[in-house]
């Protein structure tokens, strides 16, 4: 009973939205926008990435909100444009040659990034250990 009247929502919503009601849309986007980023993020693997196709996603789906057939089915619907959208993300992204073509480009000395990643993960430890018990702290 809960499902239906949720789906009934998310078909008014829909409904209005198609009719120019700009905050039935935001509703949607608000209502939608972690699932679509959730979706996003878990195809690409990279979250500057998921946040633009979860944007490109919503920008999508409001220039085509009056394709959609059933608007109870948005949520799937919307997984689909997010599908879509981070295929397309993909192929532009995608680099023009092979990983094995391209050298190795790196220094052999560690850059700054590296040097602060270092420092940062040696204060952690440094941390955690003062966290510990005089006998834990002692290596045998």
């Known amino acids: 009973m809960v499902r239906k009247r949720v789906a009934d929502d998310v078909a008014g919503l829909v409904q209005r939205a198609r009719h120019g009601d ?11 926008q972690d699932a679509a980023y959730g979706a996003a993020l878990a195809r690409l693997g990279n979250w500057h990435d998921a946040e633009e196709a979860a944007q490109d996603t ?16 948005f949520p799937g619907w919307l997984r689909q444009l997010t599908v879509s959208c981070c295929s397309r993300l993909s192929r532009r992204r995608r680099p023009a040659h092979s990983v094995d073509e391209v050298p190795e480009m790196r220094s052999p000395e560690a850059g700054p990034a590296e040097e602060a990643e270092k420092r940062e993960l040696k204060d ?17």
Do not use: I, Q
Request: proline share 5%; aromatic share 10%.
């Open 22 to 32: 700009l905050e039935a849309y935001g509703t949607l986007v608000s209502r939608f």
């Open 124 to 140: 952690r430890v440094l941390e955690a250990l003062k966290g510990l018990s005089e006998p834990l702290r002692e290596a045998r």
């Open 58 to 73: 919503f920008l999508e789906a409001w220039r085509k909100l009056v394709d959609l057939r059933e608007p109870r089915k």
